[in-house]
Each structure stands twice: as structure tokens, then as C-alpha cells.
């Protein structure tokens, strides 16, 4: 139907798309959907016939035929003290959520999937699972279609819900590679390689004292990074440095540095689990009135805003995390649209950002 034969008032249609964009109404139809396979530059006229026709999709009649929401659900899940029998949680888990937006990790992750979803027209539905009941809530949404498929941010390396999501049979992506196999695609770094960079700057920078501080170790990027630390300071003839746990906070850090000061004053280096702990680090360090970098120098992991804010600006490993958390969605519209697409990985690799602090 032209223009001119439209009747007043009605809303344009994929038809009218294709024909301001120059391509066919199915080409419409498959940019509109997220297919990946389409040439950048079609999708970009699509993108602009879309606004220049001000056509948008009829969400109720296409979902009857799709059977899709165009929700995809992001789910943060992490492993916690369980609801007493009177359904109350502990204060502690109550802090999960707190713990989880504390993070400038997490933010990131959003930012990158909700800039990969939105020009595709899809939402995604931000979800906790910290608990038991919480991991039933979520498949029970899956389950009923309340979303197309599953984003899963995994903090804990036992947590169950990967393999509930597999079992029932759900469309989903890891972000970071499960601690046991599953049947789900994922993204990740190369952690222990990211360690390894960390760890020969700081012995190339003369440090032959350095300890790590590392993240919680039921996490397994945590175990990767403090394993490649290891690794190469054994290479290096360094088979016993000390090393503390930490829990990817700014003050489990500061906790650390105290410890390790007390027991190994004459540490010249610290490679920090991430830049939350390599912050705490900082301080404590200063507060001991020893000079960052030049007493001791200090890594971090992640590059996120805690690095620059940090003073001085760390040296830190960067993970590209809005770069992973855009693969780890695309991946999931892949899926979606060829349920028989084999399960894949992304591995990305680490960079060392050299600042301030090392």
C-alpha cells in the first residue's frame, strides 16, 4: 500500500520500512528480530526507516505468532543463607543486592546489555538469586515465558541455577565459565592470563616481595587469577608468596593489607583480586605511611571506575566486561533464533593498563 492509499491515521508498516529502506519487508523483519547475520550497514538503514516512518512493531500480535516477549531475563545469582522457616532472610542477605550495586562490575555488565538489547527493540528484566526459593522464582518466570531466555551472572562457583536453567531445557548464557559443565554457551577472560601480566610487571619493575590479595575463592575467576599469580612467581623462583583471601570489596582489601603488613612488613608488591581490593590496599598502605608506587607498587583487576577514582590512578588488568556482557547477549539472540545452534564460549583477552600505582 502506498502512501498515498494508507488511510489517515494508520500506522506504518513493515512494508512501509522496506520501501524507505530499499530492501525487502522479510530483511525488515529479520533486523527488527536481532538476527545477527545481517550486513551492518542494512541494519543501520533499516534503523533509520524505522525512525524516519515511525513504525513500530505491534508487540501483543507479534509475540502471538513468535511466541517471544522480547524480554531477556539478567540474573544475578550467588549463593546465600537460605529463608528461616517463618520465610525471614538474614540481614546478611538482605545486603546481597546492596553488595551486587556496591560493585562497579555489575553496572558495567548492564550498561553493555542494555546497549546491545535496546536498537534491537528488547529489554532486559533485571532478577536476584541469592536463595533457594529465589532460583525457583526464576526458572518459574523462564518457564512460563515471561521472558524470551537468560543472562546469568554467576558469583559463586556452586551455585546451582546454570544447571536448573539447562535441566529444564531454557534458553540461557553464562557470563563466565561454569565450574562444571552444563550444556551453556558463555563469555569469559583469560584470568589467568590477565594474572600472569600483572604479576611479570611487578617483577620486571624490581618487586621481589609482592603478595597477593585475592577474591573470595568459591568464585572461580578468583581461583584462576590467585593460580596465575602463583604460577608465575613460582617461574620466577618465588614458590612460597604469601597470599590472603579477600572478598572483591574495598574493605576486605584494607582488611588484607593489615594482615599482610603484620606479617610480611617488608613486602615490596601486591597484586589485588580486583580494584575495589587493590583500592583498600591503597589506603592502608598509606595510611602505614608507605609511598605507592615506590615502596610498594599495586595491581588491580578489572579496570573499572574504582581504578581511576583510586589515588594514585592503579595499574590494573583490564576486563573488558561492557565488550563481554554485549557478546554474552548476542549469543543469546543467536540461540534464540537457532534453538540447535551448538554451545559456544568467548574467551576474551586481558590487557594490562599501566598507571599510577605500578
Do not use: W
Not at 546465600?80 to 553496572?107: L, M, R
Not at 576486605?252 to 594482615?259: D, F, I, K, N, T
Amino acid at each position: 500500500m502506498t502512501d498515498a492509499l494508507r488511510p489517515a491515521g494508520a500506522a506504518p508498516t513493515l512494508e512501509d520500512v522496506a520501501r524507505a529502506a530499499g530492501v525487502s519487508r522479510a530483511t525488515v523483519s529479520r533486523v527488527i528480530n536481532g538476527v545477527r547475520n545481517v550486513d551492518p550497514v542494512i541494519q543501520e538503514a533499516v534503523r533509520q526507516a524505522v525512525s524516519v516512518t515511525g513504525y513500530a512493531p505491534n508487540r501483543a500480535a507479534r509475540s502471538l505468532v513468535t511466541r517471544r516477549t522480547d524480554a531477556i531475563a539478567l540474573v544475578v545469582s550467588g549463593a546465600g543463607a537460605e529463608p528461616d522457616e517463618d520465610g525471614a532472610v538474614p540481614d546478611t542477605e538482605k545486603s546481597f543486592t546492596a553488595q551486587v550495586f556496591a560493585d562497579p562490575f555489575f553496572g558495567r555488565v548492564v550498561t553493555g546489555v542494555v546497549n546491545y538489547l535496546r536498537p534491537r527493540g528488547m529489554h532486559p528484566v533485571l532478577m536476584f538469586a541469592e536463595t533457594s526459593h529465589a532460583r525457583e522464582e526464576v526458572v518459574a518466570y523462564l518457564r512460563q515465558g515471561s521472558a524470551d531466555g537468560a543472562l546469568v551472572v554467576s558469583t559463586h562457583a556452586q551455585d546451582p541455577l546454570p544447571g536448573l536453567i539447562a535441566d529444564a531445557g531454557l534458553s540461557a548464557v553464562l557470563y563466565a565459565r561454569p565450574a562444571r559443565p552444563v550444556g551453556m554457551s558463555y563469555v569469559d577472560l583469560a584470568h589467568r592470563e590477565g594474572a600472569e601480566l600483572a604479576t611479570e610487571h611487578l617483577l620486571a619493575r624490581g618487586c621481589r616481595r609482592i603478595a597477593a590479595i585475592s577474591g573470595p575463592l568459591n568464585v572461580l575467576a578468583a581461583q584462576e587469577r590467585l593460580a596465575g599469580f602463583r604460577e608465575t612467581m613460582e617461574r620466577h623462583g618465588h614458590a612460597s608468596a604469601p597470599a590472603v583471601e579477600g572478598q572483591f570489596t574495598q574493605e576486605s582489601g584494607e582488611a588484607a593489607m593489615e594482615r599482610l603488613l603484620a606479617e610480611h612488613p617488608d613486602l615490596d608488591g601486591v597484586f589485588a583480586g580486583n580494584d575495589l581490593i587493590a583500592t583498600g590496599a591503597c589506603h592502608v598502605l598509606r595510611d602505614h605511611g608507605r609511598r605507592v608506587p615506590e615502596d610498594v607498587a599495586v595491581i588491580g583487576f578489572d579496570d573499572s571506575s574504582a581504578a581511576v577514582a583510586c589515588r594514585p590512578p592503579l595499574t590494573t588488568v583490564r576486563q573488558p566486561v561492557e565488550d563481554m556482557a554485549a557478546e554474552m547477549a548476542g549469543l543469546l539472540l543467536d540461540r534464540l533464533a537457532a534453538p540447535d545452534r551448538p554451545v559456544t564460549s568467548v574467551v576474551f583477552e586481558p590487557v594490562l593498563v599501566v598507571r599510577d600505582s605500578a
